[in-house]
């Protein structure tokens, strides 16, 4: 989450917030962050007056995205750190440098700690809150109290490691809801979204700019020209998201997530 005087930014995941953060921190003087992929609920009080920006990404290919970047990250980790000692672990953590950053549990869960393919993970991300014994072993994982750092502050020793954010208590409710986990992100973040002024990922470089103005937010030219020109941030290697989805996994996108794809037009 990113606060400026004009307005709040929610970040939903692999939706383009790194990059509109990083657009956000560098060039919008009043812009700070006070939380990690934080809730609607989260807001600080001083800010619960403005306007609420959130942006969102075809479900389709949200899950590829999810399902690549984590793998990579997971298996870039494990390569590093299985070059180091247990001592040298122990150090990096006191140092403030956590070895496993960015490695999602929830990921490592569904995904059979990474040895599942798109397809077979994909299945769980759609339906794990409808299985017993997977949502549990994922609640298991999750931890209790948010991590408050960011990016290059020290390790909450005790707290865990930064993945998602996603409290215990937070995805409990879900239990035996059909939803997917791009819907149980969403609403976990925004709630059923009401107040929020929603982009779409696929546009946001060109609907950000027009945001900003019908909002007044100034605009420097430098601002601008890292909108429109800037390279993607936290990006993963992968196939056009078509190519992943059979007939049969593409529905079961269609049917867990399908409010959210009717709500913004998407379409596989």
């Not at 496993?100 to 794990?128: T, V």
């Not at 215990?168 to 979204?193: C, E, K, S, W």
């Not at 900003?212 to 941030?233: C, K, N, Q, T």
């Amino acid at each position: 989450m990113v606060v400026t005087a004009d307005f709040v930014f929610v970040h939903l995941h692999k939706c383009g917030g790194s990059f509109l953060t990083e657009a956000l921190l560098r060039y919008v003087p009043t812009a700070r962050r006070v939380g990690y992929h934080y809730p609607c609920w989260k807001i600080p009080d001083a800010h619960r007056h403005l306007p609420i920006l959130g942006v969102v990404r075809n479900p389709w290919d949200f899950y590829v995205s999810y399902h690549a970047f984590q793998s990579g990250l997971l298996e870039r980790a494990r390569a590093a750190n299985g070059a180091r000692t247990a001592a040298e672990l122990e150090r990096l953590i006191d140092e403030g440098r956590d070895p496993w950053n960015g490695i999602d549990a929830l990921f490592e869960e569904l995904s059979g700690r990474g040895a599942l393919g798109f397809p077979d993970a994909c299945r769980h991300y759609l339906s794990f809150t409808r299985e017993a014994g997977l949502f549990d072993r994922v609640l298991e994982r999750l931890p209790a109290a948010f991590d408050h750092r960011a990016h290059g502050e020290p390790v909450e020793r005790g707290e865990g490691f930064r993945g998602m954010n996603l409290r215990r208590q937070d995805l409990a409710p879900f239990h035996g809801v059909a939803a997917g986990l791009y819907t149980v992100l969403f609403r976990h973040l925004f709630g059923a979204g009401e107040g929020v002024e929603f982009l779409r990922m696929e546009t946001l470089r060109e609907e950000l700019l027009a945001w900003f103005e019908r909002h007044g937010v100034a605009v420097s030219r430098a601002l601008a020209d890292f909108v429109r020109h800037a390279e993607r941030i936290n990006t993963s290697a992968h196939a056009p998201y078509r190519t992943y989805y059979d007939a049969e996994l593409a529905g079961l996108v269609a049917r867990v997530d399908g409010e959210l794809i009717a709500r913004f037009g998407y379409a596989l």
